[in-house]
């Protein structure tokens, strides 16, 4: 893996959250400087990865990407996303080198940032104007993923994290309660961008995140954040909301 010079500082401003990846094709060769540069008519950097044919990583920028706009899909849109964009040409076999490379790093960032592999799209999945990344079949690269993945030995019990153990330890939060932990689990949500401005508009932001109470306001806006995230909508805060609110998984 190679890290290209400016690459923590490089974007369109800070990527809101990660919620997906997006597969490309960069429809050139030997063109590294396009993704960090840009192209006329559109400013780079393209994606925060572009990936070499023969399977070097380079990592180009850390900040929002211009990838993936329109989106048809709300995980994957350009603040929420991380884009990948594998030099080839749009018609040229893809070198087995490359692709398992490809498949490695989406494994990769799946276990880092915590995501399903069901989230790694190709570009022409999540726009339907799309051709890249070609000849690629999306769901038998998924399965493959998954395979790595699985290939893994998982964390044993010792090995917890500090942000890990942290959420072992938070308590179950239910409907009613009033307490420190509640305000905690509304700093988290605003903090992962699931808490729309309406809804603290009349008290303010800083007013609403002092409140202590698990109200039917914050009930519907745990199961609206639950659903999003695959998760049981009951409405309660336990391990696995925990988890997803301060992205420990
Ligand atoms: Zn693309």
Same mark, same amino acid.
């Given at each position: 893996m190679t890290e290209v010079a400016g690459w923590k500082t490089r974007g369109?401003? =800070?990527?809101?959250?990660?919620?997906? #990846? @997006?597969?490309?094709?960069?429809a050139g060769w030997n063109d590294m400087h396009v993704v960090r540069d840009g192209r006329p008519g559109l400013d780079g950097p393209l994606s925060q990865i572009?990936?070499?044919r023969d399977g070097r990583i380079f990592i180009v920028a850390a900040g929002r990407c211009w990838h993936n *706009? =329109?989106?048809?899909?709300?995980g994957h849109t350009n603040s929420r996303s991380i884009g990948i964009e594998a030099e080839n040409d749009g018609r %040229? =076999?893809?070198?087995? @080198?490359?692709?398992?490379?490809y498949k490695r790093l989406c494994a990769e960032l799946c276990r880092e940032f915590g995501l399903p592999v069901s %989230? #790694?799209?190709g570009h022409k999945e999540v726009n339907a104007s799309k051709p890249d990344p070609h000849s690629i079949n999306m769901n038998?690269?998924?399965?493959? @993923? *998954? $395979?790595?993945?699985?290939?893994? =030995? $998982? $964390?044993? *019990?010792?090995?917890?994290s500090w942000t890990e153990k942290l959420v072992k330890d938070l308590p179950l939060l239910r409907p009613g309660d009033d307490n420190w932990d509640v305000k905690t689990a509304r700093g988290l949500l605003n903090a992962r961008g699931y808490l729309p401005e309406a809804v603290y508009a009349a008290a303010g932001l800083k007013e609403w995140l002092d409140r202590t109470g698990y109200d039917d306001e914050f009930v519907k806006l745990i199961k609206g954040f639950q659903k999003l995230k695959k998760l049981d909508s009951d409405g309660l805060v336990g391990p696995l909301t925990w988890a997803a609110l301060a992205r420990v998984s």
């Open positions: 369109h401003g =800070p990527l809101q959250e990660v919620d997906g #990846v @997006v597969c490309h094709h960069t572009w990936l070499r *706009a =329109p989106s048809l899909s709300l %040229t =076999p893809w070198p087995k @080198v490359q692709l398992d490379a %989230t #790694v799209k038998n690269f998924r399965r493959d @993923v *998954a $395979a790595l993945l699985r290939g893994e =030995p $998982a $964390a044993p *019990a010792d090995d917890l």
